[in-house]
């Protein structure tokens, strides 16, 4: 399954506060970015309100990222939870348009097939916005070794980390205050 597409024509014919669970599983679409790992799952409720339908989604997904320090492939749990309103193209009594009404909506929002609600997008969007942009593979990855390449979480390189000399630091307060005398 690569989309996640509902059929709400039924709902929208409910009468406000009817609600839908649904139970999602092995959806795993190809997104370009997004390396999912597994496949989404998790639910989606559906709940009939005003002209509209409000979808809580409550899924997980696993997907791969890069740790920025050591460059190790990992997969990372990702919770896609979010509420919206969504509102039809067409009232479904009547047959009329309703997009006029809705001016200052989303067009995010609107829900242009009944039949076929594709919250596809949203999920997608929901995952591209989770995802960190400073990666991490453990809180307190090592990273790679500056001088050798080695790994640091997973082997001990013997390459001497500069640190800075402590007897220095008098020498350097100094140099310091004469810069704030200088500059004063
Ligand atoms: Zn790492
Ligand atoms: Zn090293």
Known sequence: MDRLALNVAGLLQETSGTSRRLEIKGFLPRWDGISLVAPI???IELVRAGKGIVVRSDLQAAIELTCCRCLDAFAA????Q?????????????GMALRLEYDDI???????NVDQFDLSDAVRQHIEISQPLMPRCQPECLGICPECGADRNSSLCTCVEETPDIRMAPIQEMLRQMERERTA
Not at 77 to 80: E, G, H, M
Not at 106 to 112: K, M, R, V
């Open 82 to 94: 979010f509420e919206e309103m969504y509102y039809p193209l067409v009232d479904l009594a009547t």
């Open 77 to 80: 749990d990702v919770l896609v």
């Open 41 to 43: 799952e998790g639910a």
């Open 106 to 112: 989303d067009p995010e929002f609107l829900i242009e």
